[in-house]
């Protein structure tokens, strides 16, 4: 039998070129070779969202429809809505009773993150204990192996000190889940810094071919390349690292002639912005498609959670009998 593995999103916006390649792209070969449950953790978005649960239904709607047209295949995958396996929750409120505060207190992303929304002093109970949901995303499957990038490493280390409680007070249930590490290519935004919402510096799944046009025009590129005649240095330009992450193949060509003042930037970009299209168009429509069908969307969340539930439900009865809570 394949062993499970659990990865999910937030449903908090519209995913950008950025998830596709980082996160999707690696789905699609993990439900190749695992049992994969892929996650959209609505309960977590409202870790920090709470105020704005009226949103959640449409951006739930959208992640999937994105999903599915970059190729995650419910055939292969079993994909959930969070707040639809009541088990997550279940094992949440029990990984609760045994997490130390002093653990997430000292957790330094929850800190960054209140920083960045401006809510520090608004901290609410879920967004602290938003690591022990993590958890419990992670143990209900008996996940040996979580799809991460190297930067996500630490906060694995929570869920495995969480595991570790519960084995060592009760009975050996969890398997102290490893990191799956995936080389993750790094895409910054338009704008050179890291591509986020918050910057509004990303190409999304979903722009149109004219916002993606715009988009790739107002890269910055070598700024010591002032006329076309000027020899270019690939090394520094944003431009150039797209062409490195997404297509390699033209890499060497486009260095050359960035090298040897033989393309001019503005060509250089709209041959990119071309190429960019080509790959986003066939999702866009599949993107337009899904979301014209919603009950289709809301069919596939039902069964794939269902069919989750009953998986689940094997680790909470252990969890139960282990606690001696069987009654
Ligand atoms: Fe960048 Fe292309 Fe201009 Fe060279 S020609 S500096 S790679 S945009």
Redesign the pocket.
């Known amino acids: 039998m394949k062993e499970a593995i659990f990865s999910g999103m937030r449903p908090t916006g519209s995913l950008h070129i950025g998830h596709y390649l980082g996160v999707l792209e690696n789905w699609k070969i993990l439900q190749e070779n695992y049992k994969c449950f892929f996650g959209i953790v609505d309960w977590h978005a409202l870790t920090t969202k709470w105020q704005d649960s009226a949103d959640l239904k449409a951006y739930i709607e959208e992640m999937l429809a994105e999903w599915l047209s970059c190729g995650i295949d419910p055939k292969k995958s079993t994909i959930i809505l969070q707040s639809l396996v009541p088990e997550h929750v279940h094992l949440h409120m029990v990984l609760s009773m045994l997490t130390p505060v002093s653990w997430l207190e000292r957790n330094p992303t929850v800190k960054e993150q209140a920083r960045e929304l401006g809510i520090e002093e608004q901290l609410t109970y879920g967004h602290l204990g938003y690591p022990v949901l993590m958890a419990a995303d992670i143990l209900i499957y008996k996940s040996k192996k979580v799809p991460v990038g190297i930067d996500q490493v630490p906060h694995l280390e929570m869920t495995r000190e969480i595991a570790r409680r519960f084995n060592f007070h009760y009975k050996e249930i969890f398997p102290e889940p490893e990191a799956l590490l995936a080389e993750f290519p790094k895409l910054l935004g338009v704008d050179g810094r890291k591509m986020s919402k918050s910057y509004n510096n990303a190409i999304y799944l979903k722009d149109d071919e004219k916002s993606v046009n715009e988009k790739v025009a107002s ?1 910055i ?2 700024p010591e ?1 002032i006329k076309k005649t000027d020899p ?3 090394d520094v ?4 690292s797209y ?1 490195g992450v997404l297509f390699k193949s033209e890499l060497f060509q ?2 050359e ?3 040897k003042a033989q ?3 503005v ?3 709209k041959q ?1 912005a071309k190429k960019i299209n080509e790959i986003l168009e066939p999702i866009r429509s599949q993107r337009n498609y899904y979301l014209s069908h919603k009950d289709m969307l809301w069919d596939i969340l039902k069964s794939g959670s269902n069919s989750a539930s009953s998986y689940c439900k094997n680790t909470i009865r252990e969890v139960y009998e282990a606690m001696k809570l069987n009654y």
């Not at 330009?237 to 150039?240: A, K, L, P, T, Y």
């Open positions: 890269m590129t070598d390349r270019g240095h690939p330009c944003n431009v150039f062409y486009v260095r002639r960035c090298e393309i001019g930037c060509d250089c970009k990119l």
